[in-house]
């Protein structure tokens, strides 16, 4: 009899502990991605909000692109936790440049938002962006919701208009955000001009704005926030080895974030994917690199 006891109450701490274990960390993630943002701008950028958030949560200035630091490969990385040699994906086209090694039954990368899709198929996942061919690394079979603003140079505030909107309509567990000002004032007048210094401030306030559609709809305190890059500029370009091109901001904070914390351990840009998949405990095939940073109280 005693040992039926025991037995069952060993069953009940497991079960509460399987239980504890399975919690979510946070409710929501928000990640906001800004092209071109590169880590040599960071000494003289004028970037309030940025740098508060940083205080509030874990950031580093040293998270490293995959090769070729241009952006296809490297915002595909952050969603689908692979380089680019099991990925396939070598640059901005609609398609692998050769074989995935590991393919959904979408005949897609397997992306955090297909994930959450096999595991929680209710969940409301979405992407609002600016470049268009972003869209072409999401798996958007996966996601409840996508939007390509047209444009956005001509409307650069749709952006913070389009992901507010769903933010507050929706209340999306994942939601990726793409914004593309930086990149096109590193290509058209290049690091360290003056046009792209001064469009620094004004991203940064889009960020803000983003954030605060959190509050505004109620999830602000249950949500993690992440914001990061997929490369930096050498003169108009990028694509190379340079430092300039490959080192890349990251700032997480939100619930269950450690506060003031500078990030020291090796950061590459698929261990974003793995960090967004921890939050909801989500389990990530083997083709992933990906580990979750430590950024987690």
């Keep these: 009899m005693k040992r039926l006891v025991y037995l069952v109450a060993a069953l009940l701490v497991l079960g509460a502990c399987q239980e504890k274990k399975e919690k979510d960390i946070a409710g929501h993630v928000i990640v906001i991605g800004l092209d071109g943002w590169g880590t040599w701008c960071m000494d003289k950028a004028e970037v309030p909000f940025i740098r508060e958030m940083m205080k509030e949560g874990s950031g580093t200035l040293d998270k490293r692109t995959v090769r070729p630091s241009i952006s296809g490969p490297n915002w595909a990385a952050q969603m689908n936790g692979t380089p680019v040699e099991v990925s ?6 609609d398609h692998p440049t050769f074989k995935p090694l590991v393919l959904t039954e979408h005949n897609a990368q397997p992306t955090f938002f297909h994930l959450m899709r096999l595991e929680r198929p209710e969940a409301e996942t979405g992407v609002v962006c600016e470049w268009d061919d972003f869209r072409n690394y999401v798996d958007l079979q996966c996601v409840s919701y996508e939007k390509a ?17 769903y933010i507050k309509e929706k209340k999306p567990a994942i939601c990726f955000i793409h914004i593309d000002a930086l990149d096109h004032m590193g290509h058209s007048y290049g690091q360290g001009s003056a046009e792209y210094m001064a469009e620094l401030p004004k991203v940064d306030d889009r960020v803000r704005r983003i954030v605060e559609s959190a ?16 490369h930096g500029h050498e003169g108009t370009g990028h694509g190379g080895d340079s430092t300039n091109e490959i080192e890349t901001p990251l700032v997480v904070w939100g619930k269950g974030i450690k506060k003031n914390h500078e990030i020291t351990e090796p950061v590459i840009q ?7 998949a921890k939050v909801f405990h989500i389990k990530t095939p083997n083709s992933w690199r990906g580990v979750p940073i430590e950024v987690f109280e």
């Design 270 to 276: 698929y261990d974003v994917a793995a960090t967004v």
């Design 88 to 93: 396939g994906i070598t640059g901005n086209e």
């Design 149 to 165: 603003i047209d444009d956005p140079t001509g409307h650069p505030d749709a952006i913070v208009e389009e992901s507010a909107r």
């Design 215 to 230: 509050r505004e709809a109620g999830i602000y305190d249950d949500s993690i926030f992440i914001i990061t890059s997929d």
